[in-house]
Every structure is written in C-alpha cells, then in structure tokens.
C-alpha cells in the first residue's frame, strides 16, 4: 500500500479523501496540520517513498504555492492539487510549477459516479452471463485474472511490441500469462517471439467448448507466455466473434493475466474486448496526427461504456530527454482522468530484435527501453493488485518513484 500525505482547510478534507482513488487506488493517506507540517514530512521522507496531496487552502499560503514548493524539493513520489475548479490558466501554471496532477471537484464527481455506474453494469453483466446457455460453466468468471488490452487508431506506433514485450516480461516475473492475438486477420505477435505461425482461433468455430478448443490450439510463445491467435486466413475472422466471450472468460480463469493486442480498426471483436478489459491501454508515439487518431480512440471507448479510470494513455518512442507536457489541445474524451506514462525510445535495436523473433531478449533488464517496459508492466499490474512477489518486479514498480529527476517513466496528468 503506497503511502500519501495531504493539507487542506477543515471543511474540504471531504474532497481529498474522494479525490484520492483517483491518484492511486492503493493508498494510505495521513492529513498533515499545517502547511510547513506537510513540507516536513517531505523533506524527511526517503526519495520517492511518499506522495502529496495540497488541497484547498483558505488562509496563509496558497495551494498552489505550496504544493510547487514541495514539488521543487524533488523528494516526493508525485504531487498532486485538488482544487473547486481548474481553469486552464491553472492547470498551465501547475505543469511550469512541476506539479504532477490537478484534480478539482467536477472530475472527483464524474469519477464516482463512473464507478457506480460500472458497478452496476458488472452486476448487471454477471446476471447477464449466468443467464447464457453457450458459456460453460467452468468459464465463468470467479477470481478471474485481470484483462489488458492495448489499442491504437493508426497503425505503426509499435502497439503489437508493447504487448508482446509486456507478456514476456510477466512471464518472466513468474505470471502465466495469456497472449491473446485478436487482430485477427492480420495479426503477426506470433513473429516477435520467433514462431512459424501463431495459434490459428478459427477453430472456436468448430463444434465443442470455446475452451477445450482454445487449450489444444495455444502454442507456447517464450516461458511463462501461451499465445493464442489471430487466424491463419483472414477470411475465417468473423466466425470467432461469436465465441470470444467464452474465450475471454476461459483465458481469464485459466491464466494469471491476459494482455490482448487488438487491430487498428475498431471491429466488433475490439469494442467487446475493450468493454471486457480491466485496463485499455491506448499507444500512440509522436508522428503526425498518432495522439489525434488516440483522442478519437478514448471518446469511441468511453461511448462504449468503458470508465474513464480503466483507461491508460501510453507515449511510445518518447524522448528520453524531453520534459514537455501534453499539449491541452490534444486531450481528448475519456483522456481527463487516464493516467499517462512513457516509454523511450529504444533505438533501432528494438525494430531489429522484434524483427528476428528476439523479444525475450529485448526484455532483459538493464537497459533504457526495457527498464521502462518493465515499469510500465508493474505499475499497471500494482493498480490491478497483481503486482507478483519478486525483486525485478518490486524493482520495476519503484524505478520511477526513484528517478523524478528525470521523469523517463513519469506518471503524468492530461491537461483539459
């Protein structure tokens, strides 16, 4: 459980604590007395260990001072401001400032009222599936393992490595994972791990359970990692569509994890995945128009249904060295409360790697892209309390609360 420290007047103490699931759904939280009382408590904590919360400040020094003061000490995890309201002008001042994330009453609304609603939708999807004839029973899901889908709204922004490398690395923390290739006609994840061939799912169209067809079809893709798809000829993808509820709700029972990789187009398999997926994460890297073709991507999954905290905004190829924040004219619908995180660029050693098959290679610890990878993997795992037991793996959840100099792997917010 991480630990956070906050301050704010009396009467809006009520708003932190709602605002706190927002900021980390694992989370301790101690209310500081006074200002210079929450400025001690980051000075002496160790780098990276704590997390600052400054909310509403009705006398004395301003929120907005405070918490830029603290983040200049450069020995907080994150800083964070919880406010009424964020004008632009504010959130603009608080990116200059190094304050990590601005939250303010309208989005701690939405948010909970997200939750309800997605509460209920489950509730209802439970009643749903016990109600269905074509699932069996035994694909049900109990404890089930949690579902990551990568997305994308244009091809080549490295979507199809992210997953593949995502998998391995779980794998290799002990995870058994389930790759699921759902870009079905077109799909290539098999050729990242050095195989022939991938696990052709037009079988699910044969007669039998969507399970015992999918167990025999899996081929194993790197230790740790079974892979299962996309088809071996395109035109055999609409006859999974049907079934990929009893695929999902087997891979789900029968795995630690499942990390999807989906096409570029939104198809119908997509828009099921993404409304099935504890996270959905959208890739995009910084060509021409790849962070407009996301936006567009977030507001097609937020009308699907999908809440806007099981939503991830992933920079791929970024710049090692670049400290620029989000443009506020790029944000787009179901972005506003989305953590965002980077991963750099690799170089032409990852295009090589992936091109030979090597993935498991490229995952090594050690190295800039792969240490970022690894973060990326953790960080998301720890939101879904499924971050294993291991030193590389609590390496990797707590790189990047070591490195805020730097900000490689910073967990940013969108501006609006």
Known sequence: MSEWAAYCSEEDRGLVRRALPLLDQSASLTMASAADALRRMSAVSEPGELGIIVGPVNKGVSDVNLAAAIADGGNARCVALVCESATGSLRSRAARAGIDRVVDRAEVDEAEATRAEQKKDEKDGEKSKAARVDVPPEATPGASAPIVAFCSGRGGVGKTTVASCAAAVAGRWGLRTCLLDLDLSCGNAYAAFGLSRGADLAVLGRDGAASDLAARASVSAAPGVSLLGPCARPEMAEVVSPHLEGLLAWASKEFDL?????????????????????????????????????????????????????????????????????????AGEGLEAARAYRLVDGGPEVDELVSAGRVTELCEPGYPFADALASLVAQLLAELGRLPEGEEARRAYERPRSRRGWRLFGQRREAS
Not at 258 to 271: H, I, K
Not at 290 to 301: D, F, N, P, V
Not at 303 to 320: C, F, H, Q, Y
């Open 258 to 330: 499942v990390v999807v990789d989906t096409s570029t187009t939104f198809t119908d398999v997509v828009a099921h995945v993404v409304q099935c997926a504890d996270r959905v994460v959208l890739v995009s890297d910084d060509r021409s128009g790849s962070i407009s073709a996301m936006a567009r991507m977030s507001g097609l999954t937020v009308r699907l249904g999908v809440a806007r905290t099981r939503i991830a905004r992933l920079e791929n190829r970024a710049d090692p060295r670049s400290r620029r924040a989000p443009e506020p004219a790029l």
